[in-house]
Antibody, heavy 120, light 106 residues
Framework: DVQLLQSGGGLVQPGGSLRLSCAAS????????MTWVRQSPGKGLEWVSS????????FYADSVRGRFTISTDNYRSVLYLEMNNLRAEDTAVYFC?????????????WGQGTLVTVSS | IVMTQSPATLSSFPGERATLSCRAS??????VVWYQQKPGQAPRLLIY???NRATGIPAKFSGRGSGTVFTLTISNLEPEDSAVYYC?????????FGEGTRVEIK
C-alpha cells in the first residue's frame, strides 16, 4: 500500500525556518511526481509546490516562491519542503501528495498532514 | 485560473441526489479534478479529468463537463457522504482549487 508519513511541523516565530518531511513507502518513490498542498485553519486547499520528475522542474505558488524549496531524497524515499522567512499567513496544515500516475497534478495519494504555526 | 464552486453549502436528505458545480475562469478543456475531504482527514481523490473515477470510488460519484462548467453528482446520498468537496484544475501552473462545497445530510 502507498503510504506517506509526514513529520516536521510545529511552532515557529515569524521570520523563522522549518523543514517538513514526507516519508514514502509502498511504491517506487523516484518515479512519481510529488506535491505539497496546505490548508489554513478552517479554510480551503491551497497548492504550494510540485516537483516534476521528467525534467526535474519545481513549481511554486507565488505566495511562497523564493521562500520555500521542494526537494527529494530518492535514496531515503523522502520528500522535503524547506520553509524560510515564515509569515503568519503560512500557518496551515501542510499535506504531501503523490501524483496518481504520470500527471503531476492529479493527487492520488495524500499524507496525513502536519500543522505549522507561525506565531510569536 | 479561478475556480468557483457553488453552492457553498448543500443540505439534502439520505437517498437524494446532490449536484455540485465548479466554474473555471477560462477554458480548461476537461482538466478538472474532484476531491472529498472529511473533517480531520486528508483529501481523497474522487474524479480526474472531469469524468474518470479514481480506483475504489463507487459509481454513485460521477463527474461531467468541459470548457468552463463542470459538475460532480452524488447519487443516493448517505450519511458518510457528508464532507467538503473541492474541484481543482490541472490545465496549467499554478494549479488552483475551488473554495469547496460542504455537503450536509439532513
Amino acid at each position: 500500500d502507498v503510504q506517506l508519513l509526514q513529520s516536521g511541523g510545529g511552532l515557529v516565530q515569524p521570520g523563522g525556518s522549518l523543514r517538513l518531511s514526507c516519508a514514502a513507502s509502498g511504491f517506487s518513490f523516484s518515479t512519481y511526481d510529488m506535491t505539497w498542498v496546505r490548508q489554513s485553519p478552517g479554510k480551503g486547499l491551497e497548492w504550494v509546490s510540485s516537483f516534476r520528475r521528467s525534467d526535474r522542474q519545481s513549481f511554486y505558488a507565488d505566495s511562497v516562491r523564493g521562500r520555500f524549496t521542494i526537494s527529494t531524497d530518492n535514496y531515503r524515499s523522502v520528500l522535503y519542503l524547506e520553509m524560510n522567512n515564515l509569515r503568519a499567513e503560512d500557518t496551515a496544515v501542510y499535506f504531501c501528495a503523490r501524483a496518481l500516475a504520470v500527471v503531476t497534478s492529479i493527487l492520488g495519494h495524500w499524507g496525513q498532514g502536519t500543522l505549522v504555526t507561525v506565531s510569536s | 485560473i479561478v475556480m468557483t464552486q457553488s453552492p457553498a453549502t448543500l443540505s439534502s436528505f439520505p437517498g437524494e441526489r446532490a449536484t455540485l458545480s465548479c466554474r473555471a475562469s477560462q477554458d480548461i478543456s476537461e482538466y478538472v479534478v474532484w476531491y472529498q475531504q472529511k473533517p480531520g482527514q486528508a483529501p481523497r481523490l474522487l474524479i480526474y479529468d472531469a469524468s474518470n473515477r479514481a480506483t475504489g470510488i463507487p459509481a454513485k460519484f460521477s463527474g461531467r463537463g468541459s470548457g468552463t462548467v463542470f459538475t460532480l453528482t452524488i447519487s443516493n446520498l448517505e450519511p458518510e457522504d457528508s464532507a467538503v468537496y473541492y474541484c481543482q484544475h490541472r490545465y496549467t501552473w499554478p494549479v488552483t482549487f475551488g473554495e469547496g462545497t460542504r455537503v450536509e445530510i439532513k
